[in-house]
């Protein structure tokens, strides 16, 4: 991303930004605008905020409208992206063309760290299937369909538990519906797990090296249908256990077997992190999982994504401060860094890849890039 | 803006149509306008007329003039093949793909507990009373491939197999969630050619 424009934007009332093609660091006291500045390049690229999904709350005091501009670069051509919102309305344009939202999801990459996510390690575990099933629609758009039919076999399958039926009349209309139910829960089963394997080979590494090899992270699917067998196996477990809660089901009127309860472990040395990680260990493992994210979009589309980093330094250690950068300036990808503190120190790794931006109160001003200091 | 009242009243009634809004309603609203009495009156009957004479075939399901469809009358047709559909519309999309030679049977919609539709509400008795009554080797189930569709076919499918007659599914090369009547024709036949069994 070359450049942005904002206008009416949260606390920005106009703005232009150019940036750095590496590493952007965008730093300010509290509350000045600094996260407000990489929505904006996330809204660009997802056409809705990691902060909200009320569109409104974007839109500067008392206004009711905002506007983003962003210039990318792509393979050597370039393209404007511009969207504009106005009393709920939104337009998303590309190049001239009028788009449809969420249209260009894999056009402009991005990958975003925010503080919220140490949610995924913290909360329960609808928060990391929320976080899996992004992730995975994410690479795999056939997921994203097989989750949307599963969800939707288990509304119609929940209400059907809940009608007052006899017994044997529910039986039989329960059958196809089981049947739908087992066909695509094995299919969102099995791509999950595929896929977390997948993560695990990224998300292990980068923590290793964020702990100084000191700690091992491991991710673990657990699945309330778990075999180790093939998807025919899956099948006929999943059906066995149907059966086997029937009574149960009937009883609480609700669907207690399939995907829709699984969770994904996340394993400290051996330890449940949730449970018993440090809030410093939680936010490694937080990061890992979004670089795995990024990492395995750079092995589908050879290119990284754009990273967002939001605040991604507090409560870090020193050290793990130094290994981030360090990282960062190993990998060939444009990356936007938020930080309320002094970054000085830890810049000298980054030879001249970098430009710092200082934000007050909504306003950018450019400070200096990797060349002056 | 303040219309005069007829108007209102009119973009009102042409908004309950499928697929239209306000917009489209107000440019249907002033084509009327424009147009001379006798032509309005001419659609306004053409309507009453549709309604009027137009009802569901005794047999199928699919929409009659009088008491039965064409394809129920039609004496060249192969008896002894039902095709099950959701809607009336959904025969003149397997008609449209001009390989189809047996008869239909519509259900008028599919299982869905969410809209509190069950098997009482769709015509699944008629369905088994005609396999039972009449000479049929096969019935397709060619229900819409998704959630609601599928369950329908799994139904039908466990209700009529013990009557002895082979039951398939349409092969769907179509977009999965999608609706049969946006299938083009050419993946429509092959849907056909490719059916499997239940
Ligand atoms: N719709 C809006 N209109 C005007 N100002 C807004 C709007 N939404 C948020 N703000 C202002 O933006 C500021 C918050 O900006 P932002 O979240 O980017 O802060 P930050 O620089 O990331 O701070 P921190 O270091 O605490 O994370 C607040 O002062 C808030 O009042
Ligand atoms: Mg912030
Ligand atoms: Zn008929």
Redesign the pocket.
Same mark, same amino acid.
């Given at each position: 991303m070359e450049s942005l424009f904002l206008k009416n934007f @949260? /606390?920005y009332l106009q703005q232009q930004v150019y940036f750095h093609p590496r590493v952007n660091i965008i730093s300010?006291? /509290?509350? %000045?605008?600094?996260? /407000?500045?990489i929505?904006a390049v996330y809204y660009l690229s997802v056409t809705r905020s990691f902060r909200t999904s009320n569109d409104h709350?974007?839109?500067? %005091?008392p206004g009711r409208f905002f506007f983003i501009k962003g210039l990318f670069s792509k393979d050597e051509d370039k393209h404007l992206l511009q969207i504009s919102y106005n009393e709920n309305q939104l337009k998303v344009i590309i190049d001239n063309d009028r788009k449809k939202r969420f249209d260009h999801l894999c056009l402009f990459p991005v990958v975003v760290f925010s503080p919220d996510d140490l949610l995924i390690i913290r909360e329960g575990p609808a928060t990391r299937r929320r976080f899996i099933n992004l992730h995975v629609s994410r690479l795999n758009q056939y997921y994203f369909q097989e989750l949307r039919s599963y969800h939707r076999v288990l509304l119609q399958r929940n209400k059907l538990l809940k009608e007052k039926k006899n017994r044997r009349d529910l039986e039989k209309l329960l059958e196809p519906w089981d049947d739908s139910l087992i066909d695509h829960g094995c299919t969102v089963i099995r791509l999950r797990k595929e896929m977390i394997r997948l993560l695990a080979k990224e998300a292990t590494p980068f923590f290793s090296r964020m702990t100084g090899q000191q700690e091992e992270l491991s991710l673990e699917y657990i699945g309330s249908v778990d075999s180790e067998e093939d998807n025919a196996d899956l099948q006929l477990l999943f059906r066995e256990l149907l059966l086997k809660k029937r009574e149960v089901e009937i009883r609480r009127q609700v669907t207690m077997v399939g995907p829709h309860l699984d969770d994904l472990s996340i394993i400290i040395d051996e330890k449940d992190s949730r449970k018993f990680s440090s809030q410093g260990q939680k936010r490694t493992a937080a990061l890992a999982l979004k670089i795995a994210e990024a990492k395995m979009l750079y092995k589908k589309n050879g290119k990284w994504p754009i990273l967002l980093l *939001? *605040?991604v330094f507090s409560e870090f250690d020193n050290k793990r401060k130094e290994r981030i950068i360090e990282f960062l300036s190993g990998i060939d990808s444009q990356c936007f860094l938020?930080s309320?503190i002094a970054l000085d120190p830890f810049l000298m790794e980054m030879a001249r890849n970098y430009k710092v931006f200082n934000?007050q @109160?909504?306003v950018v001003r450019d400070e200096k890039d990797g060349d002056s200091c | 803006m303040a219309y005069p009242r007829a108007l209102n009243r009119l973009v009102e009634v042409l908004c309950r149509f499928p697929g239209i809004g306000p917009k489209t309603a107000q440019r249907l609203s002033f084509f009327l306008l424009d147009c001379s009495r006798e032509e309005v009156v001419a659609i306004a009957r053409a309507m009453v007329e549709a309604k009027d004479k137009l009802d569901y075939c005794q047999i199928c399901g699919s929409l009659a003039e009088s008491g039965f469809c064409s394809y129920c009358s039609d004496g060249g047709r192969d008896r002894s093949l039902l095709c099950v559909i959701q809607e009336p519309r959904d025969v003149l999309v397997i008609e449209r793909t001009g390989q189809y030679r047996g008869l239909y049977h519509v259900l008028h919609g599919v299982l869905s507990p969410l809209d509190g539709i069950g098997p009482e509400e769709l015509r699944f008795e008629q369905l088994e009373r005609r396999i039972a009554d009449n000479h049929i080797n096969e019935v397709i189930i060619a229900t819409n491939p998704n959630v609601e569709g599928d369950a329908t076919a799994g139904y039908l499918a466990r209700m009529l197999k013990p009557q002895g007659v082979r039951v398939t599914r349409i092969a769907f090369g179509l977009p999965v969630g999608g609706d049969l009547e946006y299938a083009d024709d050419l993946t429509l036949s092959r849907a056909l050619d490719g059916r499997r069994d239940m």
């Open positions: @949260r /606390n300010g006291e /509290n509350g %000045f605008g600094k996260t /407000n500045l929505e709350e974007l839109a500067g %005091f *939001d *605040d938020t309320s934000v @109160r909504g | -």
